[in-house]
């Protein structure tokens, strides 16, 4: 998270230096997820078959390829390919939650997870904090040069330090979902169709800006949907027929795992919508924004983060405590209420500030509790596939979180005056449309949540009560 934030506060700069449009810039993020979405399944699945340390340290390997290109960006297409590289580098997520299942005995699982994830936010303090006085001073190139070193050290340290356990037999088989013996492939042509439709939709998405699309601009939004549609009915029937499947559509089905995967999907829509929607209110100038530099852009962050940093651990404890779906309903209530807060006081950073640690409470109680729920429910053997397929869905809507948000910026706009010359800025309707996106959704997600409590009251799975 170190190397994510770190360009957060930039966003703007970038869209100023290559002269693109919001709903364009929303591919600086966009560019980087779409990989890792893709290749969450892949790096869980290839991790069941050749060891989670080889996986480990070859998507690190491409990681660190992807930050050096991307620190010598000269284009905003170079800078795309580079972030798309980076992206790959996601998957090191994936594998490191299995990791905990690996180590960690059952009952403290939910305490890894939470460790796990303030190590996340301590990542994302450093590199808001960090990131703004390096792009005041030194410019967004030097944010992915200063992210080079640390990479590279982690990956001498897991080459040499991290180990593999092996599964007691007890672990193999939970009765819960029969077990299988794990055939070795992958499903490539799962990954190219998943990644063609996720790809296809966000691009339809980036094209449409209500009221101003074209002729041509609606031609190209319906080739893409089209191609978007076919390739989700493809992925479908090749997961079905598959040996080896990418996605396990009965896994993903599952009366636990769907409910809580669905909520993951808002979760990841939610804070990446904020990571996009944030700078670009911060640093555009009165009276459409607050008129700061990079810096602020990370100090009004920094609650956000600080909130994830206290909440990792902290709601690993709860969860511990109070089972898996009560704090899922807590934090999807909490989230819900920061949203609305934003939607309501959105016109100074203090108020912003405030309500993003409200919402970030929220976001990481439903984390930790909704991952807890597919980690439990999920046979051993099926691990690494079972947490790819959580994070997909994270993944999926984190891409579609700042796509919505950049068309949302482009379509409502005011012109003001800067520097003698008149200047479109997102206008307070556009910060408002997205807000009020966000608690629509976070209010569904506590009715998933409600739902998946009555789900699991008929089911027998332990500590998920």
């Known amino acids: 998270m170190y190397a994510e934030t770190m360009l957060i506060p930039a966003i703007p700069d970038l869209i100023r230096e290559f002269n693109v449009s919001y709903s364009t810039s929303s591919w600086i993020l966009t560019a980087y997820l779409v990989p890792g979405a893709v290749m969450m399944p892949v790096a869980g699945k290839l991790s069941d078959i050749y060891g989670k340390k080889n996986v ?10 992807g930050i050096t290109i991307a620190g010598f960006s000269t284009s905003i297409y170079m800078l795309f390919i580079a972030r798309a590289i980076q ?10 939650f299995g990791i905990i299942r690996d180590q960690f005995p059952r009952e403290k699982i939910s305490i890894g997870q939470g460790v796990i994830s303030s190590m ?13 006085i390096i792009i005041n001073n030194y410019g967004w190139h030097a944010t992915f040069f200063s992210t080079i070193p640390v990479a590279v050290a982690l990956f001498v340290v897991i080459w040499r330090f991290n180990y593999e356990r092996k599964m007691e037999p007890w672990e193999q088989a939970p009765e819960r979902i029969p077990a299988a013996n794990i055939p070795k492939g992958v499903d490539v042509k799962g990954a190219i169709a998943l990644a063609t439709f996720v ?7 980036t094209l449409f800006e209500t009221g101003s699309a074209g002729l041509q601009s609606a031609v190209q939004i319906a080739i893409f949907i089209a191609t978007g549609a076919v390739a989700l009915v493809l ?5 079905k027929r598959a040996r080896v499947p990418l996605v396990d559509l009965k896994l993903m089905a599952h009366k ?26 911060v640093r555009n100038p009165h009276p459409l924004g607050f008129g700061g530099d990079a810096a602020m852009a990370g100090y009004v962050q920094l609650p956000f983060a600080l909130v994830l940093l206290v909440f990792g651990p902290t709601s690993g404890l709860i ?10 309903i807590i934090g999807t209530s909490i989230t819900t209420t920061g949203f609305l807060f934003l939607l309501t006081f959105h016109n100074d950073w203090v108020s912003v500030a405030a309500s993003l640690a409200v919402l970030s409470t929220g976001l990481s109680l439903t984390n930790v509790g909704a991952l807890n729920v597919t980690i439990l429910a999920t046979p051993a053997q099926f691990m690494g596939m ?7 869905l994270r993944i999926v809507g984190a891409s579609v979180g700042p796509a919505l948000a950049g068309v949302y910026m482009q379509t409502y706009q005011s012109t003001i005056e800067v520097a003698n010359r008149p200047t479109a800025f997102p206008s307070m309707q556009a910060y408002s449309t997205i807000f009020l996106t966000a608690v629509i959704l976070s209010v569904v997600s506590v009715m998933l949540a409600v739902f998946l409590r009555r789900r699991l009251n008929k089911m027998s799975i332990p500590n998920l009560a």
Do not use: D, H, K, W
């Open 235 to 239: 992925f479908i029937l090749i997961e």
């Open 56 to 65: 480990l340290l070859t998507i690190m390997a491409i990681y660190v390829v």
């Open 256 to 281: 636990a795992i769907l409910p809580a995967n669905l909520i993951i999907m808002i979760v990841g829509f939610s804070m990446f919508m904020v990571f996009q929607t944030i700078p670009v209110l």
């Open 199 to 205: 790809t296809s939709f966000l691009l339809a998405l």
């Open 87 to 96: 992206g790959i580098g996601m998957a090191m997520f994936v594998i490191a």
């Open 386 to 392: 079972s947490v790819g397929m959580n994070t997909l």
């Open 319 to 328: 969860v511990e405590r109070l089972g898996s779906v009560r704090p899922i």
């Open 120 to 132: 996340f936010a301590s990542g994302a303090v450093i590199g808001l904090l960090a990131g703004g």
